[in-house]
């Protein structure tokens, strides 16, 4: 049994879930409490030293970075494969997932602490936040996360973020172009990698940039309608912290309508 350790809203973890799904694969889950802390645990530290999740466990061996941990799984599990049948398909999906790593994932964390859950931690005291900004290893990813929280939509960091997304998503139009699926005809890992960031921009109610490219839409429409989605993805999440996001991203419509106006 594979044990996986994730948080329903983190990102990441939600590329790895449904990628488990769509393999019929078994696993034991494990959640941990990102905004209570549990990242931080020193248990769970042990497991995964950059204090993020997911974690899989399997057969001993303890699998960090949930894109390698995806090719992972393909590896193992390579029935159904989630891997294009054609090398140069198959790099073309790779750097699609590499750009997501490199560009839109860190963005994510900037529009999530900027807009949804800033007010939450904003009725923190300040040296409470100030604690949980020095457990965070990573020097860069520390400034930035006070600066979102401080700032919110005004912070510098924010602008470069929307930019992240709009260029996921314009990415994403002409890639569906001639095919159904980032990798293909068929559900692959570079789709897997790209529903959390979408499924987000839908949490933070900016859903128009999606509507506005109708392949993205309708890519989207698909994903949604996978027989593993509700359980791996839309089940987990609980209704009062989506409509926590989607109020929070409400609350600063005119800042963000702005912002997004001025690309």
Known sequence: MLQLYHNAFSSCSQKVRIVLGEKGIGWKSH???????????PEYVKLNPNHVVPTLVHDGRVLTEST?????????FPNPSMRPEDPGDRHAMRLFVKQIDEKVHP????VTYGIATR????????EERAAAWNQIPDPARRAARK???????????????????????????????????IGGERFSLGDACALPYVLRLEHLAMGSLIEARPRAAD???RVQALESYPAMISDGLPEPILAMFRNNAEDVRGELDALIASL
């Open 31 to 41: 959640d941990i409490d990102l905004q209570g802390g549990g990242q931080h645990d």
């Open 68 to 76: 390698l941990i995806n090719e992972y799984l393909e590896d193992a």
């Open 107 to 110: 963005a994510a964390a900037v």
């Open 119 to 126: 007010p939450m931690l904003l009725g923190r005291p300040p």
């Open 147 to 181: 600066s979102v929280v401080e700032n919110g939509v005004a912070a510098p960091e924010m602008r470069g973020a929307i930019v992240a997304f709009v260029g996921l998503l314009d990415r994403m139009e002409a890639a569906l172009q001639s095919q159904l699926w």
């Open 219 to 221: 890519w989207f429409a």
